[in-house]
């Protein structure tokens, strides 16, 4: 798995797995998703690149702090190239709040919210993703989804069109921390996840997947955030794990923002 790519590469498949050291993730060896299936996912334009991210009230997304200077939340979208898809909505950036201990070396609480410069319009092709106000912890072996439209493979040069998912498989942290893994460069701390192949398959994000879903038991359990170039079965994509502390975080900023 690699960061969110360039501006060329799009999040591709649901399983927000993991952003990679580059800047951007994408989805690999999974597949097209059934059109506006995942109402909630956002697709987050900067002046240079895209990154994905999650829609979990009208006004505000979750997405990834390293996905910096996101001007446009576009929200609808299947195919990025369908720019005149009646179902899509474009909104400003009004507001971005970094998790106020993020740091960018060892990856640590890479999170952001956005708040909209005006609510979204629920409809069939989007809705928001309600927290759970606890997220269980998944369990070494469970099987997650990720989605984005990041590159599909890892020399490809353009994100995906469309919107890709696959399934991940959640990796034991100690396991993760291990020579044969990232042997703790960075640090799998408990407030991040592992997940990706199940021992055989490739299954990961890539090149801007970055602030993408990683969805377990049908709910958001974490966000893209890193990984060693993509699709590598010892280099698994890591997540942002929503502990308490974060959902707090979440909650108590989107208060005090909307007072």
């Known amino acids: 798995m690699s960061c969110l790519g360039a501006f060329t590469g799009l999040l591709s498949c649901m399983v927000l797995l993991i952003v990679h050291s580059s800047d951007g993730s994408e989805i690999i060896n999974g597949k097209e998703v059934t059109p506006h299936s995942l109402p909630y996912m956002a697709l987050l334009q900067t002046t240079t690149q895209y990154c994905g991210g999650i ?14 200077d996101v001007k446009t939340v576009l929200l609808g979208v299947h195919s990025i190239k369908a720019k005149k898809d009646k179902s899509r ?119 801007g997947d ?6 377990c038991s049908g709910g958001l359990v974490g966000v893209t955030s890193f990984g060693t170039k993509c699709g590598l079965i010892k280099k698994p994509g890591v997540y942002s794990y929503l502990t308490e502390e974060k959902l707090s975080w979440i909650k108590k900023t989107m208060k005090k923002s909307n007072i």
């Open 55 to 68: 829609l979990i009230d009208e006004s505000w997304v979750l997405t990834a702090a390293h996905c910096k």
């Open 89 to 207: 909505q474009d909104i400003k950036v009004k507001n971005r709040f970094p998790h106020p201990q993020y740091v960018s070396a060892t990856k640590v609480n890479d999170l952001m919210l956005l708040k909209l410069d005006k609510p979204a319009n629920e409809t069939k092709m989007v809705k928001y993703l309600k927290l759970d106000d606890a997220i269980k912890d998944p369990a070494a072996g469970t099987s997650c989804m990720v989605a984005g439209w990041g590159k599909t493979n890892e020399d490809a040069k353009e994100m995906s069109d469309v919107l890709m998912s696959v399934n991940v498989t959640v990796v034991d942290r100690v396991k993760c921390n291990s020579p044969e893994y990232y042997n703790r460069h960075p640090v799998i701390t408990s407030g991040m996840i592992c997940a990706g192949s199940d021992g055989t398959n490739e299954a990961d994000t890539c090149g």
């Open 210 to 215: 970055s602030g993408g879903p990683l969805m």
